[in-house]
T-cell receptor
């Protein structure tokens, strides 16, 4: 069964903690993306990667970090430097940078 | 910053009626895509229309693109309660980097 998985579905973070959101795909896609969605808003790009061991900042990268050590995995770390991290986080992948993006089910992060 | 601006922000119709949502954008594009999001879920890709295309169909969906007016419309015919969702348009702003820029979406409610 091919697709994109994100874990966990819900995540709670205390102030000052770093947390890592998982994104895995078995679609053999080269490109992967992380978006943030706030209530009633569209998606904003955090980071994207077009190929293994390479990634670029999106529009709201401050307070976030990523790695792309394997083609199928693109984890996102929300650091304590991100002042307002409570949001819905969506991961996507595409065959290449010009192709349709397919989305995972999302992780809802709440800061306690 | 948001690229697409969907209109209306919210739309409420009865089952069987047609639903029309519009999207305006500000820059040149290579393509425009429409996505659907059920509450609390990931996005589902509906249709991609390229800048040299004027109309595309997929089942009950019809998308038009007018590059001279920098606008697109999504028509859902014979709507069903299951069509209740948020609908987003996304463009690439003419970039070949694979980045997408999303609007804030139209919340469609279809009443049985």
């Amino acid at each position: 069964d091919g697709g994109i998985t994100q874990s966990p579905k819900y995540l709670f973070r205390k102030e000052g903690q770093n947390v890592t959101l998982s994104c895995e795909q078995n679609l053999n896609h080269d490109a992967m993306y992380w978006y943030r969605q706030d209530p009633g808003q569209g998606l904003r790009l955090i980071y994207y990667s077009q190929i293994v061991n390479d990634f670029q900042k999106g529009d709201i990268a401050e307070g976030y970090s990523v790695s792309r050590e394997k083609k199928e995995s693109f984890p996102l770390t929300v650091t304590s430097a991100q002042k307002n991290p409570t949001a819905f986080y969506l991961c996507a992948s595409s065959r290449d940078r010009a192709d349709t993006q397919y989305f995972g089910p999302g992780t809802r992060l709440t800061v306690l | 910053s948001q690229q697409g601006e969907e209109d209306p922000q919210a739309l409420s119709i009865q089952e069987g009626e047609n639903a029309t949502m519009n999207c305006s954008y500000k820059t040149s594009i290579n393509n425009l895509q429409w996505y659907r999001q059920n509450s609390g879920r990931g996005l589902v890709h509906l249709i991609l229309i390229r800048s040299n295309e004027r109309e595309k169909h997929s089942g009950r969906l019809r998308v038009t693109l007018d590059t001279s007016k920098k606008s697109s419309s999504l028509l859902i015919t014979a709507s069903r309660a299951a069509d209740t969702a948020s609908y987003f348009c996304a463009t690439d702003r003419g970039s070949t980097l694979g980045r997408l820029y999303f609007g804030r979406g139209t919340q469609l409610t279809v009443w049985p």
